[in-house]
């Protein structure tokens, strides 16, 4: 994953997750160490950092999922960028409405963004995110949802 500064900015640093509140490389619950006290962690107030994928592969390939035992709801995600994004909703604080009735409390939502490594241009050892004038880009991501 990417660590990141107080403003929440990438300092450059790949950090390996293994052992850590943002190790997701087997199934667990988003809360489970939402909370833990590490420092990242606690720069985010939650997840609000990009994971690299470290397979090195191109191509769409699947790269996570979110399962909701109670609905039995699965989403899976697969993409061909080197990276994902994922906040756990740590800024929402009660005052914008939701859909449904009520407000959106904090961390009652999340947001998975397939993408480049934030910061990319400034940090010369992520992978390059320049487009140059002429060229065309294109990126697919699919966001499958299924009952299990």
Same mark, same amino acid.
């Given at each position: 994953?990417? +660590? ?16 850590? +509140? #943002? ?62 994004? #994922? ?29 480049? #490594? ?7 050892? #992520? +992978? ?21």
């Amino acid at each position: 994953m990417l +660590p990141v500064d107080a403003t929440l900015i990438p300092t450059g640093e790949l950090k390996a997750v293994a052992g850590t +509140p #943002f190790d997701f490389t087997t199934a667990k619950a988003i809360g489970k160490d939402i909370n833990a006290k590490d420092d990242q962690i606690a720069k985010g107030k939650g997840y609000d950092h990009c994971w690299i994928f470290s397979d090195n592969a191109t191509g769409v390939r699947e790269v996570g999922s979110l399962y909701h035992k109670a609905s039995g709801r699965l989403m899976t995600i697969s993409t061909d960028q080197p990276g994902i994004q #994922f906040y756990s909703g740590n800024f929402l604080d009660g005052t914008k409405p939701s859909k449904t009735g009520g407000n959106y409390e904090l961390r009652t939502g999340l947001c998975l963004e397939t993408q480049h #490594f934030p910061d990319a241009p400034n940090e010369p050892k #992520f +992978p390059s995110a320049v487009l140059n004038p002429g060229e065309k880009y294109t990126t697919k991501t699919v966001y499958k949802f299924s009952v299990k």
